[in-house]
C-alpha cells in the first residue's frame, strides 16, 4: 500500500479535479504489475496496473490507495476492470466519499472477490484531503497556508528587504505545492514587497496553471508589477473591499478580474462557487494570522530555514492574537522532512 502512495503522487498537477490514485497488483510475493492515474481522463491507475500486469493479474492481490470507482465517466468503472481480470483479492486504503463513484467495493466483493479496507487510511486522506475535503460538501476551498521562516520564526529581517530565507530544494517544493492547487493567493503586502509571478517554474507543469488571487482590499496592485502585466495570458483576481472603484477600474482595464468582498469568509466561498477546491496561500505574517484567527486553513506548511534573523525580525505570526501555552490547539504532524538545509513541516490544522 505504501508503493500503491508513492504511485499515486506521480499524477500530482495532472488529475484534478480526480483524486490522485496508485495501484500495485501482486502474485505470488512478487509485483506483477503497477499504475497511477496518470492524467485527468485517461486510464485510473486500477486499469493502468491491470493492463502492466496483464494474465498474471488473474488469481493476484490489487493494492489500490482508494476504492475502486464503481461508475462510468471518462472512463469505465475500475471495479468491473478488477473483476474482469480475476483478481482473487481487492485491498483498498479508504473509501471514495463521491456518491457517483462510490459502491466499488461491494460490487467487487459480491463477485466473490476477498475486500480488506481501512490500509495506511489516514495516508491516504492526508494525501487527498481536498478530495475528501470538497466531497464533504464544503463551500470554499481547502486551505494550505505556507510560510518559510527561520529557527526564531521570523519571515523577514529587520531591514524589511526581500530576500530568500529557504535555498533551491525547498523553493522547488513551493512551486510543487502550487502546481497541485487550483489558486494561489498572496496579500497586497507580498505583492508590493516582492512583485511575484506566482507561476509554476520549478515543477513539472500543472494541467491547468493554478487561478493567482491578491487580497488587495484597496485596490493597490500595481500597474507595472509581473501580476498585472502578465493578467492577460494568465488570470489574476484581486479580491477588494470595493472602497476604491477607480483603482478597481484600471486593474480591470488592464487584465486584472476585481471582486469586492465583505470578510475573508466572503473571499473564500467566492472561490469555491468558481471551482476552486484548493487554495495555497503564499501571503505574509498578516494574511496568515488572519486567516488562522478566522478558522480558514486547513494545512500548515512550514518551510525552516536554519537562521536566525534576531531582534527586531517580523514574526510570521506576529498578528495572530495571543494563546495560553497550555490551551493553544496542538497540530497534528502530516509530514517532516529535510530539504536540502531547510526543513518542510506539514501540520494538520483542521480535522483528526
Known sequence: MRRALELAERGAGRVSPNPKVGAVIVRDGQIVGEGWHAEYGQSHAEVAALFAAGSRARGATAYVSLEPCNHTGKTGPCSEALIAAGVARLVFAAHDPSPKAAGGAARVAAAGIDVVSG??????????????????????????????????????????????LTGAEARAAVHG?????????????????????????????????????VFDRQARLPLHGQLVQTARELPVLGLTDGSSPSAEAALRAAGVEAHAVSSLAEAMRHLGTRGVRHLLVEGGATLGSSLLADGLVDRLVIFQAPVILGAGALSAFAAFPSQRAGQA????????????????????VSGD
Request: net charge neutral; glycine share 6%; aromatic share 6%.
Open 329 to 348: 490547539p496542538r497540530f497534528r504532524v502530516v509530514e517532516r522532512k529535510a530539504l536540502g538545509a531547510d526543513l518542510m513541516t506539514v501540520y494538520a
Open 177 to 213: 505545492l502550487r502546481a497541485e492547487s487550483d489558486a494561489v493567493a498572496i496579500g497586497i503586502g507580498t505583492a508590493l514587497a516582492d512583485d511575484p509571478a506566482l507561476t509554476v517554474r520549478h515543477a513539472p507543469p500543472p494541467r491547468r496553471p493554478p487561478l493567482r488571487v
Open 119 to 164: 490500509i495506511l487510511e489516514r495516508e491516504a486522506h492526508d494525501q487527498n484531503e481536498p478530495f475528501f475535503f470538497a466531497a464533504r460538501g464544503a463551500e470554499r476551498p481547502f486551505v494550505t497556508l505556507k510560510l518559510a521562516v527561520s529557527i526564531d520564526g521570523a519571515i523577514v529581517d529587520a531591514s524589511r528587504q526581500p530576500g530568500w
